[in-house]
């Protein structure tokens, strides 16, 4: 196909489908982040453990959100989660992500700092974090709670809020 052909074909696949505001970032390490300002510009908040590494942030420009993860020493896991606000004791998301994120172990803690909402899931033995950053005006969301606490993942159900 000539070249001018697929650059019309590629403008017209621009335009029906957009370009879409996603940013991915990739830091080996905090310092490597600090220098280009993550923490500064809002995308991650500065009380994340000092050793943490292998961050990746996927930042929506368009609704100011964000999703991500990075690891750190599991040394440094009480100090971090002493600084969040500790959710249910066993709630069930209800996304997807968030579901297949609490069968793997781990635990949500929040943080809300100005207009934004920091959920964090945390593996503390493991020094992992998977996080999500929306407006803290947003509807919260919604959790399933366990009604029978047979076991610890408690698949009976009732609803409820954050």
């Not at 070249?3 to 029906?16: E, N, R």
């Not at 990739?26 to 993550?38: G, K, P, S, V």
């Not at 500064?40 to 943490?52: D, M, N, Q, T």
Request: charged share 25%; glycine share 4%.
């Amino acid at each position: 196909m000539p070249i001018m052909k697929q650059l019309a074909v590629l403008l017209i696949a621009m335009l029906l489908f957009g370009c879409g505001d996603t940013v991915t970032s990739r830091y080996a390490t905090r310092a490597e982040a600090e220098q280009d300002r993550l923490f500064a510009r809002g995308w991650l908040p500065g009380i994340i453990p000092a050793s943490s590494r292998k961050i990746v942030t996927k930042n929506d420009l368009d609704v100011n959100t964000s999703r991500g993860s990075f690891s750190f020493n599991p040394e440094e896991a009480a100090d971090f989660i002493a600084r969040l606000v500790e959710l249910d004791a066993d709630p069930i998301p209800s996304d997807p992500e968030q579901l297949r994120i609490w069968e793997k172990g781990y635990n949500p803690y929040e943080l809300i700092q100005s207009d934004s909402r920091w959920l964090f899931y945390i593996h503390a033995t493991k020094g992992h974090c998977e996080y999500w950053l929306s407006d803290a005006k947003r509807k919260s969301n919604r959790y399933v709670k366990p009604m029978l606490n047979t076991s610890p993942r408690n698949t009976r159900t009732m609803e409820g809020q954050l």
